[in-house]
C-alpha cells in the first residue's frame, strides 16, 4: 500500500518558521516527483510547493516563494517544507504527494487532482496567529 504521513505542523506567530515532513511507504521516493498543498475550509486544494525526484528543480506559488523551500531526503524516503516569515494567511492543512510528471512551467497542471500518485493522507494543520 502506497502512503504519505505529513507531520511537523503547529501553532506559530506571524513572522516565525515551521518544518513540515512527509514520510513516503510503499514507494520509492526517488522515483517520482513530489509536491506540499494546502487546504483551508471552503476552498480548493492548491499546491505551493514542488521538487523533482533528484531535487534538481523547485517550484513555488507566487504567494509562498522567497518564504519557503522544499527539500526531499531520498534515502530516509521524506519531503520536508521549511516555512520562515509565515504570515495568517498561510493557515492552511498541508497535504504532501508524489506526482505522476513534472510540470515545473505549469503549476496549475501540476497541481491537478490526476497528477497525484497516492490517495491523499489526513495532512497537518499549520496556524498562524497574528
Known amino acids: 500500500v502506497q502512503v504519505v504521513v505529513e507531520s511537523g505542523g503547529g501553532l506559530v506567530q506571524s513572522g516565525g518558521s515551521l518544518r513540515l515532513s512527509c514520510a513516503a511507504s510503499?514507494?520509492?521516493?526517488?522515483?517520482?516527483?513530489m509536491s506540499w498543498y494546502r487546504q483551508t475550509p471552503g476552498k480548493e486544494r492548491e499546491l505551493v510547493a514542488a521538487?523533482?525526484?533528484?531535487?534538481?528543480?523547485?517550484a513555488y506559488a507566487d504567494s509562498v516563494k522567497g518564504r519557503f523551500t522544499v527539500s526531499r531526503d531520498n534515502a530516509k524516503n521524506t519531503m520536508y517544507l521549511q516555512m520562515n516569515s509565515l504570515k495568517p494567511d498561510d493557515t492552511a492543512v498541508y497535504y504532501c504527494?508524489?506526482?505522476?510528471?513534472?510540470?515545473?512551467?505549469?503549476?496549475?497542471?501540476?497541481?491537478?487532482?490526476?497528477?497525484?500518485?497516492?490517495?491523499w493522507g489526513q495532512g497537518t494543520q499549520v496556524t498562524v496567529s497574528s
Open positions: 504527494n508524489a506526482n505522476k510528471r513534472w510540470y515545473g512551467n505549469d503549476l496549475r497542471t501540476m497541481g491537478g487532482p490526476d497528477n497525484v500518485l497516492v490517495s
Open positions: 510503499g514507494f520509492t521516493l526517488s522515483n517520482y516527483a
Open positions: 521538487i523533482t525526484n533528484r531535487a534538481l528543480s523547485t
